[in-house]
């Protein structure tokens, strides 16, 4: 090979015999001459971020050529395609996991040890792409490593957001948001092809005529704004698939207003392309006021249109024809953000490829697929009719027939009951609903959790499952196993290797060979060893960020998740008040040390969330700084939760808190994290905890709390807090309202006790405490067993092989997408 060729021109030619060209790659010629190309210097001479980006470019081309040549594979044997369309995508670092997923890691790890680097300070300059609020950002990135690694071809859909999920900083005690500039480094990974750009309309009006006895229509006096894509590669774990994701990114069709620059209107020249790029700016700008619905639907109108236009291309360019779309193309809906799939797809078949209504609607139903995400209102979005109408007449045109067919047809199936047919219609009460629009089309409809699932076929969505039933189906959550266990606990992994052998890297199902070990004494003993270690980790970040020290003999109780009312953070911090209450009575009694540490954050204008935070920080500061408690009792509220945070939490959980009411939770995924880390779960019956219990039954999970059908009963009975506070709850609830914490949470209270809020105690916070303390009782009897603890732990790592997302993905192929 000539000595000039550049790195690029390598890989390209060792791609082309082989669709693993990084079995041939030598680490340290890679990075020496992409340096070169690059930066112009080599490895000896270059600074650590330019290593970084050395790093993370010779990667990317790596990728980017496994695409190329998988890509090719699959048009020649004319593959079905998937294309997974979600507003977020918590891809989190990088770096060490496409490394880990080449397989390639120790090479590059000697290569730059050799020069003087340390990975692990180079992996730490990787940010986390935080294009995503929490587990439905993060469920969509698992899918994509997943699909890569079993060789499926799947593209993935979102917006390139400027601004990812925010920074959270706590200032004196409050949860402040502040930008999260990841494209500063993050930039590296991604691939634009401006030729590629497609123009997206907003605003104007329709105009109808006919035309040789043809209907036509067309949206007239609209404002365009250009889509252009980035891609990102995604890697599998030893595959030979790359995958894409396509990031949308807004830029005005002409960026620059030459003639008001030259009458000195500098602001207005460039003011119009600031207010398109505002489009791809921030994830989920907040929405409380008429400017950030608008933006938020531009958003989702942005990611559905220029999605939907790239793919019809794509399919036309290889097949010449549109009506064997369904045969060739699945499109997923994930959650109800891209429902505009609907009316849009039907939008470019009828006007752009002049289909026939009753043609279009046809391969619409049959391409589209929706998975539920939650039985949360405020989820099941709903658009005001005149925004919706401002914003997109065309498609609210389409609503309109797709709304006037259903409900013809629904007063055929349930005639004369108007109550059912407005509750399933797609357009009612001045409303344009976007999970109906789902049910009218979509030829599957699937849950994600067996409790969920039966939630949306019994509740819900039952008046569109009486009518079809065969289109709606479960799918239980699962998670990319390799990035949570193997790679956040390689201590771990390394053990199991030793222990198991390496089957569960293909297969986590073998991590059922695990089982027999579960009363060998040095097994289990090892298995709290690694433990220790992950917690001591932990605690040393704890006491850097926190000025905390933490006992790594404790028991970590850990809860993780986005903070909301429903998954019940509240509860976790009443019971810590009222241990340390006990503790306080009592100071030299037998108490189990515990360390609880919370991580979440709350959406920006989520007030109620945002209280519940600060008063975490409230107890932390209090429980903390007590002599009389602080050996047997530390809290910790961890800022600025994400993707690579967690990756050092989940590992040192002793326990995974789920303890959200039961009936809320659609699945939930940090519980199956956890658990394959060896966490044992205390939760309610809620969610993918359903079915966590049936993996490892009564004697391997703390359960607590009302049961899903027990809520609904009570809801029905009458619900009256103050029946369930005890003298020692009441004594809890006092300190919020005390000051004894510093600060006064009335308004916590009165959400508790009273309707001055609404509903009061919406989510029976107050109902379940009693059992969820006794169930907390039982956590610190059990744990002073090490043994019998430890073997809880074995049983929940041998037992989480069902939860990955290689299970998953397999039967959303199977049963949703029909790939081969």
């Not at 004319?78 to 918590?90: C, G």
């Not at 046809?362 to 209102?377: A, G, K, P, Q």
């Not at 009564?698 to 009570?714: P, Q, R, S, T």
């Not at 009165?750 to 609404?758: A, E, K, P, V």
Request: glycine share 6%; charged share 25%; hydrophobic share 40%.
């Amino acid at each position: 090979m000539n000595k000039k060729q550049n790195s690029k021109q390598k890989i390209q030619k060792l791609a082309e015999n082989d669709a693993r060209p990084e079995r041939a790659i030598q680490p340290t010629e890679l990075l020496n001459d992409t340096l070169r190309r690059i930066f112009g210097c080599e490895l000896a001479d270059a600074t650590q971020k330019q290593v970084y980006r050395a790093l993370c470019i010779s990667v990317r081309e790596l990728l980017t050529e496994k695409n190329r040549v998988f890509g090719n594979r699959c048009t020649e044997k004319e593959r079905k395609e998937v294309y997974y369309m979600s507003m977020e995508f918590l891809v989190g670092t990088s770096l060490r996991n496409n490394l880990f997923n080449l397989g390639l890691e120790a090479e590059f790890r000697k290569a730059l040890a050799d020069a003087g680097f340390d990975i692990d300070e180079i992996y730490a300059i990787d940010p986390d792409a935080g294009l995503g609020n929490g587990g439905l950002g993060r469920l969509a990135s698992c899918y994509m490593d997943a699909a890569t690694g079993m060789d499926y071809p799947m593209t993935g859909f979102s917006i390139r957001y400027e601004f990812g999920i925010f920074k959270q900083k706590i200032v004196d005690g409050w949860q402040m948001e502040f930008p999260d500039n990841w494209l500063e480094m993050g930039d590296v990974w991604l691939q634009a092809r401006e030729d590629d750009a497609v123009e997206v309309k907003f605003g104007g009006e329709v105009r109808e005529w006919m035309d040789n006895d043809r209907f036509k229509v067309a949206q007239v006096g609209y404002s365009s704004v250009m889509a252009v894509p980035y891609d990102m590669y995604i890697s599998g774990y030893d595959s030979d698939a790359a995958n894409r994701l396509v990031l949308w990114s807004a830029k005005l069709p002409q960026s620059f207003d030459m003639a008001a620059f030259s009458r000195g209107d500098y602001v207005r020249a460039l003011e119009r392309n600031a207010m398109a790029e505002t489009i791809s700016k921030v994830l989920y700008p907040a929405d409380d006021h008429i400017q950030g619905k608008r933006l938020r639907l531009k958003q989702q109108y942005l990611l559905v249109s220029a999605s939907l236009q790239s793919i019809l291309k794509k399919h036309y360019k290889k097949y010449r024809t549109y009506t064997n779309l369904p045969e060739k193309v699945a499109i997923h809906i994930n959650d109800t953000h891209p429902a505009l799939c609907v009316p849009e797809l039907m939008r470019l078949l009828i006007d752009e490829h002049d289909f026939g209504w009753d043609e279009a609607w046809d391969i619409t139903c049959r391409t589209l697929s929706y998975t539920n995400h939650t039985v949360m209102s405020e989820a099941l979005e709903r658009w005001n009719v005149d925004l919706f109408r401002e914003q997109l007449p065309r498609v609210y045109s389409i609503c309109q027939e797709i709304n006037r067919r259903l409900i013809e047809h629904l007063c055929a199936v349930y005639p004369n009951d108007w109550g059912k047919i407005n509750y399933m219609a797609v357009i009612a009460n001045n409303e344009v609903r976007m999970a109906n629009l789902c049910l009218a089309a979509c030829h599957k409809v699937n849950g994600v959790s067996k409790l969920h699932t039966d939630i949306l076929r019994n509740g819900i969505f039952r008046d569109y499952c009486q009518i079809t039933p065969e289109r709606f189906l479960n799918v239980t959550n699962g998670i990319a196993y390799r990035r949570w266990l193997c790679q956040s606990d390689p201590l771990l992994t390394d053990y199991l290797k030793q222990l198991i052998g390496g089957d569960f890297l293909r297969d986590a199902r073998a991590l059922e060979k695990l089982l027999p070990y579960q009363n060998d004494e040095k097994v289990l003993a090892d298995l709290m060893a690694i433990k220790r270690k992950n917690k001591e980790r932990l605690a040393a970040l704890i006491e850097n960020q926190n000025g905390v020290r933490v006992d790594p003999d404790s028991i970590f109780d850990i809860q993780i998740k986005r903070l909301h009312e429903y998954k019940r953070q509240l509860l976790n911090i009443l019971h810590v008040l009222y241990l340390y209450r006990q503790i306080k009575a009592n100071p030299h009694g037998d108490f189990m040390p515990r360390t609880f540490i919370f991580a979440a954050k709350a959406s920006a204008g989520y007030i109620r969330a945002k209280q519940i935070i600060s008063l975490i920080v409230a107890a932390s500061k209090l429980i903390n700084n007590d002599p009389d408690v602080n050996d047997k009792l530390k809290v910790v509220f961890l800022e600025d939760y994400k993707v690579s945070l967690a990756e050092i939490i989940i590992p040192a959980a002793d326990i995974s808190e789920q303890i959200s009411i039961a009936g809320k939770e659609a699945s939930g995924t940090g519980n199956m994290k956890l658990m394959i880390n060896g966490a044992v779960t205390i939760g309610t019956l809620d969610g993918a905890n359903v079915e966590i219990h049936e993996q490892v039954g009564d004697e391997n999970i703390f359960l607590f709390g009302m049961k899903a059908h027990e809520v609904e009963e009570l809801w029905q009975r009458g619900y009256h807090p103050t029946e369930f506070v005890t003298p020692e709850l009441q004594a809890v609830l006092d300190m919020l309202t005390s000051g004894v914490l510093g600060q006064r949470f009335d308004d916590l209270v009165d959400s508790l006790l009273t309707n001055r809020f609404g509903t009061a105690d919406p989510y029976m916070t107050l109902a379940d405490f009693q059992d969820y303390a006794r169930a907390q009782r039982d956590v610190a009897a059990v744990y002073q067993d090490k043994q019998h603890f430890a073997r809880m732990s074995l049983i929940n790592i041998a037992k989480a092989g069902i939860f990955s997302s290689d299970r998953a993905v397999k039967e959303y192929a199977d049963e949703i997408w029909d790939l081969d």
